[in-house]
């Protein structure tokens, strides 16, 4: 397995691989991988022949000092999980590679970046976009995966690889939980054995939701479940809770008018425990089996 540090050492690599007409699958991370990470790669590797994984914790796209810091680094054990789960390349640079003196160039979303996560975190989807761009401009791949996990990232990035002619093919993947339902997460490794038990509470309150959807409830009433499952519990901070159309992520107000079909309607969550932040979203009308 490959190890790259800059962008040029990973653009002559990628190109010479696209050269023989090998096809390039590719998984942003910010590293401390997980299952959920492992899951991306290999959905890739089965869209392709060579996966490239990039390990960079952006410090454009954080709004907290506090989350920058403390966020988990264990580059030793990511590129050995890596190396386990067949990847062809780790682009692995430092912020001085990607952010040399002199840069000054950011992407800003349209309006999929004026909702839910972005006015809670000013500037965090512009240093995503950035940051993404140049990732996608060093590895030059054909498909990129991504988490439904962060599905308004997704959406974004999907309107940006569309808008900008990029022809790469966006690919999110479904969320990879633990067996209690709680979404994998890099962050989750700094909650408290307690705050962990009581993070369970984010998944309910979805299944909550997603019952009060399904029996026909108002918005209100959806939301109000959900609410009422995360102010039960004690150790967790609800910060939002939302209803909004799946593909333009306009809050619904009302669910008279929505179908209620897999693929129109999401919902998604933002709790703090501590000074931990996680973040959920599921399908409101999704299949049982699904
Ligand atoms: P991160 O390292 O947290 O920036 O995540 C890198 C990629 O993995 C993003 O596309 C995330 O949406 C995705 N991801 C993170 N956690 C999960 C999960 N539990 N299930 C599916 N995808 C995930």
């Not at 990511?78 to 190396?83: G, I, K, Q, S």
């Not at 979303?109 to 000013?122: C, D, F, I, W, Y």
């Not at 989807?125 to 995966?145: D, I, M, N």
């Not at 509470?201 to 995360?230: E, F, W």
Request: with cysteine.
């Amino acid at each position: 397995m490959h190890i790259f540090s800059t962008p040029a050492e990973m653009r002559a690599w990628s190109d010479a691989r696209r050269a023989t007409g090998r096809r390039i699958g590719f998984v942003p991370t910010m590293g401390a991988l997980h299952t959920g990470h492992l899951a991306l790669i290999a959905d890739a590797a089965d869209r392709t022949d060579d996966v490239v994984v990039s390990i960079f914790v952006n410090p454009l796209q954080f709004n907290e000092v506090g989350d920058f810091n403390g966020y988990p680094r264990p580059i030793d054990d990511d590129v050995a999980a890596c190396e386990q789960a067949g990847v062809a390349a780790v682009f692995a640079p430092t912020a001085a590679a990607m952010y040399p003196t002199g840069f000054q160039t950011r992407v800003v979303p349209g309006p999929l970046g004026a909702v839910m996560e972005g006015p809670k975190r000013p500037g965090h989807f512009e240093g995503v976009l950035t940051v993404v761009v140049k990732l996608f401009g060093a590895v030059r791949p054909h498909v990129a995966v991504f988490g439904q996990k962060d599905y308004q990232q997704l959406r974004i990035i999907t309107q940006m690889a569309a808008d900008l002619e990029f022809g790469i093919d966006v690919v999110g993947h479904p969320i990879v939980r633990d067996p209690d339902g709680l979404a994998q997460s890099s962050r989750n490794v700094r909650l408290t054995d307690a705050e962990r038990a009581a993070a369970v509470a984010v998944p309910r309150s979805l299944d909550a939701a997603i019952a009060a959807a399904g029996a026909g409830d108002a918005v209100a009433d959806v939301i109000g479940a959900a609410t009422s499952v995360i102010d039960a519990e004690d150790a967790a901070l609800l910060e939002y809770v939302t209803v909004f159309d799946a593909i333009t992520l306009i809050e619904f107000d009302d669910l008279a008018d929505v179908p209620p079909m897999p693929g129109i309607a999401r919902i998604a969550t933002a709790v703090w425990f501590g000074d931990v932040r996680l973040i959920d979203n599921r399908d409101l009308f999704e299949l049982s089996d699904a």
